[in-house]
């Protein structure tokens, strides 16, 4: 079946501009994960999403950072007034909800701030 | 603050070797632990998923062996092969309402033919 999808697979942006990123996760799939690789660093949780419950967003390094999931799949990563240490990849992962299941990441959306 | 360390950063071997990821973590209140392969340019894949009351697991030339206790998890990847060449990534599933990963930064892996 198809697996976790994001768009776009790449966005070159200004600095100081708003962007979006885009995930679609596995069908039927209740968790919902974003995370953000910078150069030379592992990979960071942002926010997690499961369900109809409210979103645990401890991971957003800061106000610009928001996110949002609509009818329980696709979800939205949007970063305002976008800075230079913003630029990084961007994933996205779905998992089935249950605290041991596998997580399953898409391919990502890589960002550059010019 | 969960903290995963991974050694070493990188590793090459000629085809054929048997070989040995290290990977630690600070605190042992983990729900499981994950393996990821990471090819350039490309998302994650999962290899292996060890829950917190297993010690290992096996997938092909794959084995996972977990240590929950002393903070420990290997991955033994036998008869290396060119296609094995990708960063392998080893994540810890907190005991949080999160129950997100916590990453290390991962082993460079190269197989030479």
């Known amino acids: 079946g198809a697996g976790v999808s994001q768009s776009p697979s790449n966005k070159v942006t200004e600095k100081g501009k708003d962007v979006e990123l885009r995930c679609d996760p596995i069908?039927?799939?209740?968790?919902l994960y974003w995370y953000r690789q910078s150069l030379g660093q592992g990979l960071e949780f942002l926010i997690y999403?499961?369900?109809?419950?409210?979103?645990?967003k401890s991971g957003l390094p800061s106000d610009r950072f928001s996110a949002e999931r609509t009818g329980g799949s696709v979800s939205t990563l949007t970063i305002q007034r976008t800075q230079q240490e913003d630029s990084a990849v961007y994933l996205c992962?779905?998992?089935?909800?249950?605290?041991?299941?596998?997580?399953?990441f898409g391919p990502g959306t890589r960002l550059t701030v010019l | 603050k969960q903290e995963v360390t991974q050694i070493p950063a990188a590793l090459s071997v000629p085809e054929g070797e048997n070989l040995v990821l290290n990977c630690s973590f600070t605190?042992?209140?983990?729900?499981?632990l994950q393996w990821f392969r990471q090819d350039p340019g490309k998302g994650l894949t999962s290899l292996l998923l060890?829950?917190?009351?297993?010690r290992e697991q096996t997938s092909g030339r794959l084995n996972a062996s977990l240590d929950k206790s002393s903070g420990r998890s290997t991955l033994y990847i036998a008869a290396s092969q060119p296609g094995d060449s990708a960063t392998y990534l080893c994540?810890?599933?907190?005991?949080?309402?999160?129950?997100?990963?916590?990453f290390g930064t991962g082993t460079r892996l190269t197989v030479i033919p």
């Open positions: 992962a779905s998992s089935s909800g249950f605290p041991t299941d596998t997580q399953y």
């Open positions: 069908s039927g799939h209740t968790a």
């Open positions: 999403f499961q369900g109809n419950s409210a979103p645990d």
């Open positions: 605190d042992s209140a983990i729900y499981n």
């Open positions: 060890i829950q917190s009351s297993q």
């Open positions: 994540a810890v599933g907190g005991q949080t309402g999160a129950n997100n990963l916590f």
